[in-house]
């Protein structure tokens, strides 16, 4: 199967790059002769007005601030001439830029998310995978394969992130939508742990880490790397499984997440497997860890040897992708299908769930698994030739990917959404005055020892007695978010997490105010009038006492939420400040 693919995708490869240079060759008007309406379709709706509440890992699910389960549905998008429509022929009419016009990328990819957005014209995609294709960061010249890096220039890779990427991912956010955000290219048939596609790849994540648009960015999550193939197994073989090969994905992957969490960037970060992003298997004992960690699958109807029936779909998926799918999120972030003659990458059809076919099943299976977000491989696999101005793409025929995906889509809307309003800190009055009591021990609240007002004062559990120093102010951030003051504080100094650090035992002090992400803290109904009290930091992690040792001696730090008595909290009301 993997030969198959190969001469497939060099097949695919070698028409793209001839083709591209074409159309190199000719320079487009500025304005094309087709006229792209790129506000033609805003189509108010829900999921425009929606705003795009950070996401983390949670256990096996993607969640929302107000842990929910969270499950997105989306599209690839390429900004470069030959996906954005130049694919079709210069002089096709829907070839609408080229020659480095940033203008122009933006006005097509825009329209694009504008139309796919719109919940009037009956589409419900809230994300998409977006590229950072080499036709940017690449010096200009005769056309090479995406996967060729001899010509990657670091400077231009700036240039264009902050002239095309952002703006792109702005505009998402706009709409409602995040963004999955791979590096630009694909990897090699091989890769090798400190080969150079290795360190291009650190290179590229160090710089996309610290960028301030990207960088813990509400709406935006990293995918390593897309399509590895074969890599150099620990024991010096090359090949796509086994734990000798899956440890060395460990080997090759973990170093960039260290890199991306080292600047600070908690974003969600998804892991590609080897096969075309087809094997999993293995990371269930070679783990990535740094936390907010996901596994980005593709599947077409060509994978693990054909999955044209739910038998046989069913066995390569328990094979393949249920065993990390079972702890861990799962983005698909390439599927398409339709029948012979339509010119998608994947032939297959809908079918029926339980029968033969690869759509129907390929739904059925994610239903299943219930943690799956899934995209779409281009916005040709919705819009007919990816037009923002035209309607359903093949015809609107059922058996091809975009007549289902545009109704399953608009049912996946209504759940499994992220919110930003939980409606649980209602309780809460800005500017109120609070003690903040322990479900452990009810006589407990959390008091600053001694009444120190200085940086760096121990927060503890100590019995009631109505002092300034076991009062707080509790001061409304924004976007569900609180800060507290200390009544006992002439300087206004507040509840901080040291280093802004995310690392679990970090200490949770007093703090001169900053109004930071250390000091904004997110309060979360669990029930029976108690909260939890996650950091926006790491909403994964909030307020905790080692050992729910209630006698003083132990002092506020961060640690994972479990829902213990020393983890939950209640808001005594005392007065306005």
């Given at each position: 199967m993997r030969t198959n693919k190969m001469w497939l995708l060099l097949a695919f490869l070698l028409t793209i790059l001839s083709s591209c240079s074409r159309i190199e060759e000719k320079t487009?008007?500025?304005?094309?002769?087709?006229?792209?309406?790129?506000?033609?379709n805003e189509?108010?709706?829900?999921?425009?007005l929606a705003t795009t509440p950070p996401l983390h890992v949670g256990g096996k699910y993607l969640k929302d601030?107000?842990?929910?389960?969270?499950?997105?549905?989306?599209?690839?998008?390429?900004?470069?001439?030959?996906?954005?429509?130049?694919?079709?022929?210069?002089n096709s009419g829907y070839c609408t830029w080229?020659?480095?016009?940033?203008?122009?990328?933006?006005?097509?990819?825009?329209?694009?998310?504008?139309?796919?957005?719109?919940?009037?014209?009956?589409?419900?995609?809230?994300?998409?995978?977006?590229?950072?294709?080499?036709?940017?960061?690449?010096?200009?010249?005769?056309?090479?394969?995406?996967?060729?890096?001899s010509r990657f220039n670091y400077n231009r890779l700036v240039t264009y992130t902050d002239q095309v990427i952002i703006p792109l991912i702005n505009h998402a956010r706009s709409?409602?939508?995040?963004?999955?955000?791979?590096?630009?290219?694909?990897?090699?048939?091989?890769?090798?742990?400190?080969?150079?596609?290795?360190?291009?790849?650190k290179t590229v994540w160090t710089f996309l880490s610290?960028?301030?648009?990207?960088?813990?960015?509400?709406?935006?999550?990293?995918?390593l790397a897309n399509e590895p193939v074969e890599i150099q197994g620990t024991n010096g073989t090359w090949g796509t499984t086994g734990n000798e090969h899956f440890a060395a994905l460990k080997n090759f992957f973990q170093p960039l997440v260290n890199i991306i969490r080292n600047n600070g960037a908690n974003n969600v970060c998804w892991i590609p497997g080897t096969g075309w992003q087809s094997h999993y298997q293995g990371y269930v004992n070679n783990q990535i860890t740094g936390g907010n960690i996901g596994y980005a699958v593709h599947i077409y109807p060509g994978y693990w040897g054909g999955v044209?029936?739910?038998?046989?779909?069913?066995?390569?998926?328990?094979?393949?992708?249920?065993?990390?799918?079972?702890?861990?999120?799962?983005?698909?972030?390439?599927?398409?299908?339709?029948?012979?003659?339509?010119?998608?990458?994947?032939?297959?059809?809908?079918?029926?769930?339980?029968?033969?076919?690869?759509?129907?099943?390929?739904?059925?299976?994610?239903?299943?698994?219930?943690?799956?977000?899934?995209?779409?491989?281009?916005?040709?696999?919705?819009?007919?030739?990816?037009?923002?101005?035209?309607?359903?793409?093949?015809?609107?025929?059922?058996?091809?990917?975009?007549?289902?995906?545009?109704?399953?889509?608009?049912?996946?809307a209504s759940s499994n959404y992220p919110v930003s309003n939980c409606n649980t800190t209602s309780s809460l009055v800005?500017?109120?005055?609070?003690?903040?009591?322990?479900?452990?021990?009810?006589?407990?609240?959390?008091?600053?020892?001694?009444?120190?007002d200085a940086n760096g004062a121990v927060l503890r559990p100590w019995t009631r007695n109505g002092a300034t120093a076991q009062r707080w102010v509790a001061i409304d951030a924004g976007n569900g978010y609180w800060r507290f003051i200390s009544k006992a504080s002439t300087t206004n100094r507040c509840i901080d997490l040291a280093s802004n650090s995310n690392t679990l035992g970090t200490s949770i002090r007093l703090w001169q105010s900053y109004s930071n992400d250390a000091q904004s803290w997110q309060v979360v109904a669990v029930s029976n009038g108690y909260y939890k009290i996650l950091s926006k930091v790491d909403p994964t992690r909030g307020w905790d006492i080692p050992n729910c040792t209630m006698d003083g001696n132990s002092n506020l730090h961060l640690w994972d939420y479990y829902g213990t008595s020393c983890q939950l909290f209640k808001f005594k009301y005392i007065g306005m400040n």
């Open positions: 487009l008007q500025e304005e094309s002769e087709r006229n792209l309406r790129v506000n033609a189509g108010a709706s829900l999921l425009a601030p107000c842990d929910n389960n969270v499950v997105l549905h989306g599209v690839a998008i390429t900004p470069s001439p030959w996906f954005n429509g130049c694919q079709y022929g210069a080229d020659n480095y016009n940033v203008q122009g990328a933006l006005n097509y990819n825009k329209a694009v998310i504008n139309k796919l957005s719109s919940t009037a014209d009956g589409w419900y995609l809230n994300y998409i995978r977006l590229h950072i294709d080499p036709y940017w960061t690449n010096d200009p010249g005769p056309a090479i394969p995406e996967n060729d890096i709409r409602g939508m995040y963004v999955i955000l791979r590096p630009p290219g694909v990897c090699p048939s091989r890769i090798a742990v400190n080969d150079a596609y290795h360190s291009y790849l610290q960028h301030p648009g990207l960088k813990n960015a509400d709406n935006v999550m990293f995918e044209n029936n739910y038998q046989a779909f069913q066995n390569a998926w328990n094979i393949n992708v249920k065993p990390i799918a079972d702890i861990a999120p799962i983005a698909i972030t390439e599927t398409d299908w339709a029948p012979q003659g339509y010119g998608t990458f994947g032939t297959g059809t809908t079918g029926t769930a339980g029968g033969n076919g690869f759509g129907a099943n390929l739904k059925y299976i994610v239903d299943q698994a219930g943690n799956v977000s899934c995209n779409v491989l281009a916005p040709d696999n919705l819009l007919h030739k990816g037009d923002p101005n035209a309607g359903t793409a093949y015809n609107n025929d059922w058996e091809a990917c975009a007549a289902p995906t545009k109704q399953w889509f608009q049912q996946y800005n500017n109120g005055v609070y003690e903040i009591e322990f479900q452990t021990d009810s006589n407990k609240v959390l008091d600053l020892k001694s009444g120190e």
